[in-house]
């Protein structure tokens, strides 16, 4: 047996849209699977992971707190990866735009002004963006791959956290522990309702998502970032630059993951610590993809995501499952979102032994 | 001392040259394969595992290799038979290969490992100075040393080697001559799979034998750097893989040193530096817009689908 692509003449409307629905659909059978090989019932289990965390408002509004997040750094690196500049190193820029918008609250406690909110967000934005800008300077001006270069960022990111913390940063009053002090009343995101912990990161992230889906698909900016991620010489026909869209995807996703970093220490911790993420950095890139780098897309596909992050919990909780089920599951899925891809711009027919062609339309 | 110091770069230094000898081979057949941290941490945990339940670490090596091989085969499909974008693909395989490695390890953590044992060769480890350095080491390091050397003889002298670089140089002519270009990918595919499958047996069981999530920390996208250090070419990979190693066992003995001189160094700086060479080399072999664009394989990264 053997299988062969035929491309389409045009690209599938109707897979463009079935493609992430059917990767869903793969990752839960083989989660079933999975469950079942570790002996637990599988549909008991996959209703604990993805369906009881939507049934309580408490955990409505976690949802929301974990998507923010991913939405927010996802819809900046759609535009990244649509221009072909590949920011792998998100997680690193959600550190350092949670420690450059931490600035006021750790350094200056007793200042009580509803001006200090605003401008963490935007020292945090800063952050994140300056960090982007040493891989995107690296690859302009040094022909550096930044890939490698945005993720070896990561980690000098994170230990430049843990070195803060632990040092300079940390609570004189904090028994030892690896924090700093935790932030004053006015540099706390408000939460968005009375009835539970979302915070305004997932507003931020839903305006942010909208912003982008008006350039991609009205502004002349959007135009050149498809063009120039397709081909960098029918661009430059154009008169558009990849040098500059370089520098522009890169910023502009360093910034929003930036802000996700300081809205998740302002909304969620309250103060600083080594460890200030689950891989939100990491767990964004397959939130692109599975939202088909379309920030509408993505808005549900951070959802849907964040809920891989509940039902871990939940799951740990109820079934003695480690929360690294919850990885394994994000891992398949992005690897069933890419396979399922391949459907929009191919016909995949499967050629028997005997010869005979069989036309598997899907 | 100095040869202690030198044991344990070469201990270091070992699983970097291993990942990166076999993602040389891959990417010289113009794949572009990102998931080697994966593969690694996966080969890691098969060759733990195995080792822990047969009780001998040769038992374990097989099944590092086995494991990253077969993991491998995984972005092969995707992106060979199923032309999925190489990168992400390669990202899909390090965030899956971190998460089911985590799993399958959970009964092992805090298991002591099983330590693979040095080979002595007889008379020749009584070298002074180099002897025990270079002839009293565990098998993966012979492995490593001779990979070099046959992966350079492979490549620039068999008949094989001379089809997989035209290959990796531009596909559409090697198609064009008969030449199998996707089988011939998969087999590229799968032998970086194995080889960062033994680099993650070796951190299992020699480098620290145990068990430990994420314990690759990076090394796999060192190798990846290290591939462009070396600008593709095997005897470079080795070169690259001792001075990385040696940075890494440097910035241990700097601490050692300096808090001996009283001179206060926050630990977590030093253990940046590894990443920070990594950029800071990659600048200095990058910045030549004109030599990078001779030694990369033309086609690196490129879908290839067959016109029938």
């Known amino acids: 047996m053997r299988i062969e692509l035929q491309k389409r003449a045009n690209v599938s409307t109707l897979f463009s849209i079935i493609s992430p629905l059917l990767a869903l659909l793969l990752t839960l059978v083989f ?3 999975m469950f079942w090989l570790l002996g637990k019932s599988p549909l008991g289990s996959l209703y604990i992971y993805f369906v009881e965390p939507l049934l309580e ?45 931490s600035i006021l609250p750790v350094l200056y406690p007793e200042w009580h002004s509803w001006a200090i909110l605003p401008m963490m967000m935007v020292m945090g934005v800063i952050g994140g963006a300056l960090y982007a800008a040493i891989p995107a300077l690296l690859k302009t001006r040094f022909n550096t791959n930044e890939i490698l270069t945005s993720l070896m960022l990561v980690y000098i990111a994170g230990l430049f956290l843990d070195w803060l913390v632990r040092g300079p940063w940390r609570d004189p009053k904090g028994y030892n522990f690896p924090v700093t002090k935790s932030f004053q009343v006015e540099a706390v995101l408000p939460e968005i309702l ?11 992230a839903i305006v942010a998502a909208m912003a982008l889906w008006f350039m991609m698909r009205f502004m002349l900016k959007g135009f050149e970032v498809s063009v120039l991620g397709q081909s960098e010489r029918a661009g430059r026909f154009a008169g558009f630059s990849a040098r500059r869209m370089a520098w522009f995807s890169m910023l502009l996703s360093g910034g929003l993951a930036g802000l996700a970093g300081i809205s998740e220490v302002s909304g969620s911790i309250g103060h600083l610590q080594p460890s200030i993420s689950p891989g939100y950095g990491f767990t964004a890139i397959i939130v692109a993809f599975l939202g088909r780098l379309n920030p509408l897309g993505i808005i549900a596909s951070g959802l849907v995501l964040a809920l891989t992050y509940l039902g871990g919990e939940a799951a740990q909780a109820a079934l003695q499952i480690s929360d690294k089920a919850a990885r394994v599951f994000q891992g398949m899925l992005l690897f069933f979102v890419l396979s399922c891809d391949t459907l929009i711009h191919y016909r995949i027919r499967l050629i028997l032994a005997g010869g005979k062609t069989a036309e598997a339309r899907a | 001392m100095f040869e202690a110091i030198l044991l344990t770069v070469i201990t270091a230094s070992t699983p970097l040259v291993v990942a990166a000898l076999g993602e040389l081979v891959t990417e010289r057949s113009g794949v572009l394969n990102l998931g080697v941290e994966g ?5 890691a945990v098969c060759a733990f595992a195995a080792a822990q339940l047969s009780g001998s670490p040769y038992v374990g090596i097989l099944a590092g290799i086995f494991g990253g091989g077969l993991f491998s085969l995984l972005f092969g499909f995707l992106t060979l038979t199923l032309v999925a974008n190489q990168v992400a693909t390669g990202l899909a395989l390090t965030i899956l290969g971190l998460g089911l490695s985590g799993q399958i390890g959970e009964v092992f953590v805090g298991q002591p490992g099983i330590k693979l044992q040095p080979i002595v060769f007889p008379i020749l480890s009584d070298i002074p100075f180099f002897g025990r350095v270079l ?57 970086g799979g194995a080889c960062a499958g033994l680099a993650g047996a070796q951190l299992s069981l020699v480098y620290t034998p145990q068990w430990v999530e994420n314990m690759s920390a990076g090394r796999g996208w060192i190798a990846l750097a290290l591939v462009v250090f070396a600008s593709w070419r095997p005897w470079r990979i080795l070169a690259g893989g001792y001075l990385f190693g040696a940075v890494g066992i440097g910035q241990l003995h700097a601490q050692i040193v300096a808090q001996n001189l009283g001179i206060v160094i926050p630990s977590q700086f030093l253990s940046a530096l590894p990443y920070a060479a990594t950029i800071v080399v990659l600048i200095i072999i990058s910045h030549n817009r004109r030599t990078t664009l001779i030694n990369t394989p033309a086609s690196l990264g490129k879908p290839f689908v067959p016109d029938r």
């Open chain 1, 194 to 204: 009375d009835s539970g912990r979302a915070h305004w990161a997932f507003i931020f």
């Open chain 2, 135 to 191: 002839f009293s080491q565990d098998l993966i390091f012979y492995l490593s040393v001779a990979l070099v050397v046959g992966i350079n003889w492979f490549l620039f002298r068999s008949r094989t080697g001379l089809k997989l670089r035209a290959i990796g140089d531009s596909h559409s002519s090697a198609h064009a001559l008969g030449i199998n270009v996707i089988r011939t990918r998969y087999l590229a595919v799968m032998f």
């Open chain 2, 39 to 43: 593969m690694m941490i996966m080969g």
């Open chain 1, 31 to 33: 989660g079933a699977i």
């Open chain 1, 57 to 101: 408002v408490w955990s409505l509004h976690e949802l929301a707190v974990k998507a923010a997040p991913l939405i927010l750094i996802a819809v900046g690196l759609a535009v990244c990866y649509r221009s072909n500049n590949w920011n792998i190193g998100a997680e690193g820029q959600f550190t350092i735009g949670a420690i450059t918008g």
